[in-house]
């Protein structure tokens, strides 16, 4: 009975912790401990729940015939759901994002909600779309991303000088909301990984796709299933994308990573995170009869050549040798995966066009972060004492770094994700 009664109460205590801070302010107003914390747990909750139902969904649909009502596209709208609400206290309130951020976070949330009847009425004028590469798709990446960068800089200036965010959490939390970023910018790759496997195993003679899936693409095609139907469906777009893609917008995500959280493994932590989580949810959707996707191993090897590659401590030079050696790790690396395991077609000439494009996104990406005070030096927090008394023992990857970590941090740190984000409440 007691327990019935306190979990009765827990809406109007929520509801009367929250209503104080309903009131109209501009960005950038003084946001309390406790709200901030809720805030962007809330920004954690709604990207975790976006990864997840994304990484479904794109294994859903090849397997069966797209359905608005799947329980992927269920799970990514209570994400959304958040990711608005949080928009909208933004937005109204002014608290947890200065300006910048909060046009980020309301301009991704306004893409994002167009796009969602639009790609409704692509599918119900055009059918399937062949490829994740569609308009409509698109619009809804670039949402997200825009809701994401919105909160990175949220999170960047709000956590900066907060005495009950360490340096670490503050690191931990960016370089979280950066593999969210780098997840967003790479699912469309996903067609790719997914689509190689669903060619070998129609040319063994059992695809993956149900037979309704293949024979309503086929139908839309206008031409029988075939393997040059299969080619189409699972491939349809040319073998230099993948790379070109991964190898420019990819890794100027990791460029850009690395010069705002500061930390030596930065990249390569952001990607071993992200293909961790690939390798972890790959048994899970195949054990429940889910296609399987080849996971791109070579991301990690990439990320160790970003982090390498800010060994060189000229800008300009470390663009050109960043780009070139990062270029032949993104190459290198899908040679050996290919080789051992299963890599996505990818046109090998195409390196000079990914190394020439990787140059100018590197260079853009150091002189806006320069430009705009973004890089981890600029930060009240990332300089000082403290600072250099606690820096982020994972993506350092010193034992140094680990012991200075475990002087500073308290003993009775919260659990699970409250180790990332919590503050204390605040007294009376």
Not at 239 to 245: H, I, L, T
Request: with cysteine.
């Amino acid at each position: 009975m007691t327990q019935g009664t306190t979990l009765g109460n827990v809406p109007a205590r929520i509801i009367g912790w929250a209503l104080p801070y309903w009131t109209r302010g501009e960005a950038g107003r003084q946001t309390p401990a406790d709200l901030f914390r809720v805030l962007y747990l809330g920004w954690l909750a709604a990207f975790v729940l976006k990864v997840l139902g994304s990484s479904w969904d794109v294994s859903w649909h090849f397997r069966w015939l797209r359905d608005d009502l799947a329980p992927p596209h269920l799970l990514n709208t209570v994400g959304t759901v958040i990711a608005v609400g949080l928009a909208i206290v933004h937005w109204y309130t002014g608290y947890g994002v200065d300006r910048t951020a909060s046009r980020l976070i309301v301009w991704g949330t306004g893409v994002f909600l167009v796009a969602i009847p639009l790609d409704l009425i692509n599918h119900r004028v055009n059918g399937l779309d062949i490829t994740a590469w569609s308009p409509s798709h698109a619009l809804l990446f670039i949402g997200t991303a825009l809701m994401i960068a919105g909160a990175i800089r949220g999170w960047w200036t709000g956590s900066a000088g907060r005495p009950e965010i360490s340096p670490l959490r503050r690191s931990l939390v960016l370089g979280g909301l950066f593999a969210f970023f780098l997840e967003n910018a790479h699912f469309p790759e996903q067609h790719q990984e997914y689509g190689v496997l669903e060619l070998a195993s129609w040319d063994r003679g059992h695809p993956y796709a149900e037979p309704s899936l293949l024979h309503f693409a086929a139908d839309q095609m206008g031409r029988a299933v075939d393997r040059a139907m299969i080619v189409k469906f699972s491939l349809p777009i040319p073998d230099y994308v993948y790379p070109v893609y991964a190898g420019i917008l990819g890794m100027a995500i990791l460029v850009f990573a690395r010069l705002m959280v500061g930390r030596r493994l930065t990249a390569t932590t952001i990607t071993a995170v992200y293909v961790g989580y690939r390798c972890l949810v790959w048994p899970l959707l195949v054990g429940t009869g889910f296609p399987p996707s080849a996971v791109p191993f070579f991301f990690l090897l990439a990320g160790v050549c970003v982090d390498a590659a800010f060994l060189l401590r000229q800008p300009y030079v470390r663009a050109v040798g960043g780009a070139v050696l990062v270029t032949a790790a993104v190459y290198g690396g899908l040679a050996v995966q290919d080789r051992l395991l299963e890599a996505p077609p990818y046109a090998r000439d195409s390196w000079p066009v990914a190394a020439a494009g990787l140059v100018v996104a590197w260079l853009a990406v150091e002189w806006f972060v320069r430009r705009h005070g973004l890089a981890a030096s600029d930060s009240g927090q990332a300089t000082g004492t403290a600072a250099s008394v606690a820096p982020l023992a994972v993506l350092s990857g010193t034992a140094q770094a680990s012991e200075a970590v475990e002087q500073q941090a308290p003993a009775d740190l919260p659990a699970a994700v409250d180790v990332a984000v919590a503050a204390p409440e605040p007294t009376a």
